[in-house]
């Protein structure tokens, strides 16, 4: 059977009517989800298919939710980690004045549409009480074993018409069985169901993908075909995020979207089998600049609809540190341009305190996030939309541009051309347009604006296009006050495990000079005789500013001396968790200051097992 027999018109016909709006044989024919190109398909054949792939009804209503909540909450929060590596006793968590309805209401308040509660995260400790182990609240001193934080979640959103999403990590640290692969598997299973049966309707699932950064993990083999059919049964309308095929992760945790964000996507989701052959072949990860683009497709075999949540956090960490604040509205904003403005659901983390709260200044941030939206994005100076042409009314310097998804995503190449004294003149150009794409320009005050499509993947559906007079917050963050950075003017480096020269490069305030040690088996290390002893209170590492980011560590020790002979044996040792997706400066704060003349930094290993290790920036903090 041919490609296209189901299709009353020739390749080159329908291509030729797609661009002249239409040929309403082949409108009908729609791929929900997936496409697969038969072999030997054209890439106009090709094209042609994807132009005609739409996403499923819970995709769609999905990607219509815009701003969504992630809550990072467990017993993280209280020993101040950003993972815990399963040991951490469940008589720490004790959230006494733990308000959910005090979350969903800040949520609700600012505009978000759904929130996804980390039910277990990559520690194993479990915010309900499971009967899959005694890791959970039910083993905690929090309302006497009694409580249930999903449980406070559901009647909290349920009180506020706030949607339900829970994260259950894949990756558990706790577990005995955790590496028996059936046995943990089934595990899992149990636990999704508890998730999925007890707690009325959940609308997003949120497998992550961390699985022990570094080759020290127990390799667990995931049946996630078995994962992807319990949802099915008991929670059919629930995307699957991540480790899943209805959602995917855009490639960063910095709140940015891509320019040319595709939700049809050559990259094959990870819980397939066929995921890591296809996309080595085709050269694509996560991070990858374009996933959808004629040139990818023309390699491809295969589509799906996948589309991009973005996923950041309010704060540095995923988890609440009193030591953190949240990102300035400023920040924000660009976030939510970056992100809903470019095809893209927004994912934001607001993690609740020890008390069990969100702390007041994340409150106040959220709602100034919403108040900068509606003062931003309320007045829509363009008119209707006549032959992708708007009448405007004064001055502006941003457009909010958006495809009817339910028809595909169709725009390759636009420019948005403005109408000044007679004369169309482009004032922004982009590639893909989507639900919603946000640009802004220089200020101007055109008679019109009219969108010119430089190039389409069939009928170009648009179903916006306003324009906005937006102005962006002031830049208003500082760091944290009481901490400063040690002077380097006097430090002498003792000794380094190579590279002795460039190693200046580790302490000169910049993180796009790197200094990196020799190539040997087991640890690095760099011991520095700072002049004077001096009041240490924690330190920072910084991973390197560039793209490459091999070399960052993974496990560190470090240790303090007064005379560079004798060495504290109270050494500081630890994981800077989550590096690799989230490389932000590590800043370690110790419980107590110590005093010390001399420092001796340990590299245990390097994210990804590489013989060698990176210092882009070192920097010892003491008390100001
Ligand atoms: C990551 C996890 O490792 C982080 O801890 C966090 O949960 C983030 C959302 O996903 O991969």
Redesign the pocket.
Known sequence: MSILSNIKCSPAIILSLDLLYGCSAHKAETYEKTVVFPEGATLEEKVEMASRVVPTQRQLDWQNLELTA?L?FGVNTFTDR??GDGNESPEIFNPVDLDADQWVKSLSDAGFKLVIL?AK??DGFCLWPTATTDHSVASSPWRDGKGDVVADLRAACDKYGMKLGL?L?PWDRNAECYGDSPRYNDMFVAQLTELLTNYGRVDEVWF???CGEGPNGKKQEYDWARFRSVIEQLQPEAVMAIMGDDVRWVGN?RGLGRETEWSLTALVPGILAESDSVNSALGLVAMSPDLGGRDIIEKADRLYWWPSEV?VSIRPG?FYHDTEQPKSLRHLAEIYLNSVGRNSVLLL?IPPDRRGLIADADVARLAELRKWIDDNFTVNKAGDIKNDVVKVNGEINAVMLGEDLSKGQHVEEFAVEALVDGVWTPVATGTTIGRKRILTFPAVSPDALRLNVKSSRGDVNLDKFEAYAITLPVETNVELPGYGKVATDAWKVISATGNDADVVKAFDGDNMTVWTSDETDGEKQITVDMGSAVPVAGFVYEPSGADDKSGTIFHYNLEFSNDGVNWNPAAVTGEF??IM??PIPQKIYFPATVSARYFRFTALDEIEGAPYITIPEFAILTPQ
Do not use: L
């Open positions: 992630f990072h950003e993972w980390t995260h990559h994260y990590s992550d993908g961390a945790e996923d995923w983390n968790s989550n997706h989230n």
